[in-house]
């Protein structure tokens, strides 16, 4: 509030200096006890200028009431403040609400505390430089916040340096002394009445009783904002349509002192006393509230200076009546209503009753017995009811509202509209069950602009902020707070290390001996601002309180907290959080403004979470580590680590979103971009190898040849082993797929060598097996499609030793895999089989689901040819079906081609027709052509089935070349094989033959398996 003299120069020009300065003391004694009068502090004297503080150093849950309250005061005492010649001097007010810094860093001690800095304080100047002679302006902020307390004028909007133009403004003309607060202040319509159905029945069960001649005392207790003024309101409007009669006492927090303050203004009110009336018209009106003259005059004389229809007896005089008269006959005007009509008295917000109204209402008590009056009391759980316990006597404290409850209130609150989930979950959470917040947190979300009214609900357009808490609730916590000053440190922070905190914690952050502590936690609990859950464990009682304390910290105080916080954290109980919780240490390093130390601690939480495979955990610390090393503020050391953190965070989102999720593979992306950047050659390549999963995944092998060529061309000498091994493997692979046998057996030979140089085993997995496992296998495959077979057979030999020598199992199943194609090639039918069961145990017993299909797929030729056709087919079904399921279009062609197969063999031309579509079809899209010569002579085959020769010779022929181009010499020999078939059944197989005998002359004389028996027996 800003408060200056009008005209106060030519004053200066007037006046001689002595006059003057009587005449300013004087003004400044009205202003600094008007002041007081609300607990304002009257910061600055500034020549006739006044600056006070409201809400400082002690908030009060009114502050803004208490500012105007005090303005009118100081104007309505401005007539009183005159010079010798009589002059009046008149004032000018300004008054701004906001959150303001006192202090400054210069200034020291009381200095420091005049001065404030924010554009409150300058609005409020302003403000003030625009008021009427004895006018007091409000700016929309405090306005907001008086609701109808005061009968404001809007004034035409003002054009405020600093501020711009269009500043609305508001005069504020005088307090309303309503009957209630409740009224006042809130907004009647706003919503419904929600929950509370017992607590209404038993208020109205005890209304009956008082109205049926059982008089009753109600006595209803309950925390700020909880419904007590609600409730009432609820039943008042419920018995609206029965005659009777209702008395309204309002206890006013201004007025704790002033004797009968409330009595006196109801009867003001039911006498129609009018403040600009005369004093006689005054009298008249007061009057009329008695039954005769006799009592009409007893009574002016009793209650007459009080109500300002007489003056006040001057001090000495002997007293007009005593007390206990005053009281007697108020007592009597308050039950007179009884006599004709059930009479309700509510006396609201008693905590604030003064002593003599406190004795009048024990003497009415006392009298309630046969009469038709039931006596409504609400008040704060601070207030200690001292009327003893009488029979008639009813106590009811009201709780907080269910979550469900709230709910419907918010849903109220949105004039019915649906409010987003996240809306309200967060408004329910920080509400606690308050109504009040409730309200006051809805209607802030629905005045901040972050929702869109559709036609039956509400659209939150971007992400939800954590709610702040509402400027309307803002000096209720402070207030809180400060009534707590001594102790208001260990709530400061408390509050910073969360809504719950342990006072062993705390202890070495505050630097304070046991017993301090805990009593100054004791005086927080007994002041409801904490409970006491488990021993040593304290919580916030609302999430809003926590907020508040929070808040209450200046941002360089608060850093300090969470610095110390972080240190005692860590070394608490032999750094078990360090090891347990890392992300509670990252949270405080971050909020101190450690970024390093923060970054260190997202990045191990994330390792935590990962190792107990919480993965969305790990996912969000990792999150968490990923922002940090976004942010300008990281420590240039720190920026090293800027490509592990999306390496890990893919990992982590790998295992909950799976291989296919596009995400992952950005994170990939943007992890091998940063660390190319950062010219980290092994993180790079790692993550355009570990890339590759997902890009085999869906068929795209010509991308992963390209992440492996670039990583080829960047610098290959400074890749550790055991990621040049991983890199051969892949481009190995990724060749095979692609049809290039050679290249593949290049890249594959070259992991070999490498690996049995360094040995990496499991250092470097690949897909989760031996990485000299993996090599082995695609050595295996393109030997064996290049007609080297009996290489094919050695390898996978070897490969098998090596995996039961290294004992892993998932290798050993890996191994397996390619040693049952090796045998199955070589007619070696049952050892394949038994050494497909023996894979497949291991994979049952020890959950690897992921290869069963596999094992299955190649289980099942090598059972059909022993004879069992329909397991074999079985177990080809159903291997193609697990695969696919697990990894999508992977190996998907070469499997489907397989099946086809076999269908073909079991006469399944139907289901054959189908499998080998699905696979031409893969074949097409994707870049999997390693089966490709094998699918177009299988169209050969089907062609054939269906009788047509020349369209299946066509397909042999184009898969003979197919298989050349690729060196696909096994391929090409099937192929030769069918077409000679053909030819020899046209009884025209010369050119056939021919071809066939220089390919099986290609193979080594001694080798003997069953597809070259068939091709020689064909040739003689
Ligand atoms: N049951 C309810 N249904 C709907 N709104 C409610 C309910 N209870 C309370 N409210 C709303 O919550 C706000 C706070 O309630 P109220 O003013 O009655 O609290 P109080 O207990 O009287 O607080 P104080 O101690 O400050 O007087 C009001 O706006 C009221 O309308
Ligand atoms: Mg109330």
């Given at each position: 509030m800003f408060c200056d003299i009008v005209d106060s120069t030519r004053l200066a020009a007037t006046l001689d200096l002595e006059a003057l300065q009587r005449v300013i003391d004087a003004y400044q004694h009205q202003v600094a006890g008007c002041a007081a009068r609300y607990d304002g502090f009257v910061a600055k004297f500034m020549g006739d200028g006044v600056l006070v503080y409201f809400g400082y150093p002690q908030a009060h849950e009114d502050d803004p009431e208490r500012a105007v309250r005090a303005g009118l005061d100081i104007v309505a005492a401005m007539p009183s403040v005159r010079t010798i010649d009589g002059l009046e001097l008149a004032c000018r007010i300004g008054i701004a609400s906001g959150v303001v810094v006192v202090g400054d860093s210069i200034s020291v001690g009381a200095a420091a505390e005049r001065s404030v800095l924010g554009e409150t304080p300058n609005l409020a100047a302003r403000l003030q430089a625009a008021a009427p002679r004895n006018g007091v302006i409000i700016a929309a902020s405090t306005r907001a916040l008086v609701g109808n307390l005061f009968n404001l004028e809007p004034i035409e909007p003002l054009a405020l340096k600093g501020f711009g133009a269009g500043v609305p403004a508001w005069r504020a003309i005088a307090a309303?002394?309503?009957?209630?607060r409740f009224r006042a202040i809130r907004d009647l319509t706003s919503a419904g009445f929600i929950g509370r159905d017992a607590e209404l029945a038993l208020a109205l069960h005890r209304w009956g009783m008082a109205s049926a001649g059982e008089g009753q005392l109600f006595l209803l207790s309950g925390e700020a904002g909880l419904g007590k003024s609600r409730l009432c309101e609820a039943m008042f409007s419920r018995i609206a349509a029965e005659p009777h009669a209702e008395i309204r006492l309002q206890c006013s927090p201004y007025h704790?002192?002033?004797?009968l303050y409330p009595v006196l203004r109801h009867l003001e009110r039911t006498a129609g006393l009018a403040h600009d009336d005369s004093r006689a018209v005054r009298g008249a009106h007061f009057a009329r509230l008695f039954p005769d003259a006799t009592k009409a005059e007893r009574a002016v004389t009793l209650l007459g200076p009080a109500l300002g229809l007489q003056d006040a007896a001057p001090s000495d005089a002997a007293p007009a009546g005593s007390k206990a008269e005053t009281l007697a006959l108020l007592q009597d005007l308050l039950l007179a209503p009884a006599a004709d009509e059930p009479l309700c008295i509510l006396v609201e917000d008693a905590h604030w009753v003064d002593p003599t109204t406190q004795e009048l209402l024990g003497l009415l008590i006392d009298r309630l017995g046969d009469r038709r009056v039931l006596l409504l009391i609400t008040h704060r759980p601070e207030f200690t009811p001292p009327w003893g316990t009488p029979a008639h006597l009813t106590r009811l404290t009201i709780n907080r509202l269910s979550a469900r409850a709230c709910a419907g209130l918010i849903g109220d609150l949105a004039r019915g509209k649906a409010m987003p989930e996240e809306v309200v979950r967060q408004i329910v959470a920080k509400a606690d069950g308050v109504p009040l917040f409730v309200e006051e947190l809805t209607k802030t979300v629905l005045e901040s602009g972050l929702l869109t009214e559709d036609a039956d609900a509400w659209r939150l357009d971007g992400p939800l902020p954590p709610l702040a808490i509402p400027s309307s609730l803002h000096d209720s916590f402070m207030a809180r707070l400060d009534r707590m000053a001594p102790v208001k440190e260990v709530a400061q922070v408390g509050a910073a290390i969360g809504r719950e905190f342990s006072a062993r914690l705390l202890a070495p952050v505050l630097d304070m001996n046991a017993a301090t502590l805990d009593d100054a936690l004791t005086q927080l609990v007994h002041a409801g601002l904490l409970v006491s859950r488990e021993s040593e464990v304290y919580a916030f009682t609302h999430a809003l309180t926590r907020d508040a304390a929070y808040a209450s910290l200046l941002k360089s105080r608060r850093q300090i907290c969470h610095q110390r916080i972080a240190a005692a954290l860590e070394e608490l109980d032999d750094g078990f959080t360090r090891a347990t919780e890392p992300e509670l240490l990252a949270y405080h390093f971050g909020e101190a403004g450690d970024f390093s130390a923060a970054l260190a601690h997202w990045i191990a939480a994330g390792d935590v979470a990962e190792r107990r495979s919480a993965n969305e955990e790990a996912v969000a610390h990792y999150r968490s580590a990923q922002k940090l090393t976004e942010s300008a503020d990281l420590p240039a050391a720190d920026r090293g680590r800027a490509a592990e953190v999306p390496m890990k965070l893919a990992n982590a989102q790998m295992q909950t979103a799976g291989y296919h999720s596009e995400d992952v593979m950005q994170l990939y992306q943007q992890a091998q971009d940063t660390a190319v950047a950062l010219d980290q050659q092994d993180q790079a390549a790692g993550a355009g190898i570990a890339m590759s999963a997902f890009l085999f995944g869906s068929g795209r092998h010509s991308d992963v040849l390209e992440i492996g060529n670039n990583i080829l061309r960047r610098q290959l000498d400074r890749l550790r082993p055991e990621t040049r091994v991983l890199l051969w493997v892949m481009l190995g692979s990724a060749s095979c797929h692609i049809g290039d046998f050679r290249q593949s057996l290049d890249f594959s030979e070259k992991a070999i060598e490498l690996d049995d140089e360094v040995n990496c085993t499991h250092k470097a997995p690949s897909a989760g097996a031996d990485p000299a496992i993996v090599a082995r296998d695609l050595v295996e495959t393109a030997s064996r499609v290049m007609g080297q077979l009996d290489r094919a057979a050695a390898v996978s030999e070897q490969s098998m030793a090596i995996a039961l020598d290294r004992g892993n199992l998932f290798s050993i199943v890996w191994a397996s895999v390619s040693r049952v194609l090796a045998l199955t090639s070589l007619g070696r039918y049952a050892e394949a089989v038994a050494c497909a069961d023996h894979a497949l145990a291991i994979c049952e017993k020890h959950g690897f689901h992921s290869r069963i299909g596999n094992i299955l797929q190649h289980r099942g030729p090598a059972l059909f040819e022993l004879g069992d056709e329909e397991r074999g087919l079985a177990d080809i079904q159903r291997g193609v079906t697990l695969w696919r399921e697990r990894s999508g279009t992977f190996f998907l062609a070469r499997n489907l081609a397989k099946l086809a197969e076999y269908q073909l063999r079991a006469y399944q031309l139907e289901q054959a027709r189908a499998s080998l579509g699905e696979a031409e079809n893969v074949a097409e899209t994707t870049e999997e052509k390693m089966h490709l010569a094998e699918i177009i002579r299988l169209r050969g085959l089907i062609w054939l089935a269906e009788g047509h020769r020349e369209q299946a010779r066509v397909c042999f022929e184009r898969a003979i070349a197919q298989a050349r181009d690729q060196g696909a010499r096994l391929f090409e020999l099937n192929a030769a094989r069918d077409l000679a078939k053909l030819d020899l059944e046209a009884g025209d197989a010369g050119e056939a033959l021919d071809q066939l005998r220089s390919i099986v002359d290609w193979f080594p004389a001694a080798l003997d398996v069953p597809v070259l028996a068939e091709c020689r027996a064909l040739l003689r």
């Open positions: 309303h002394d309503d009957a209630s704790a002192n002033s004797a």
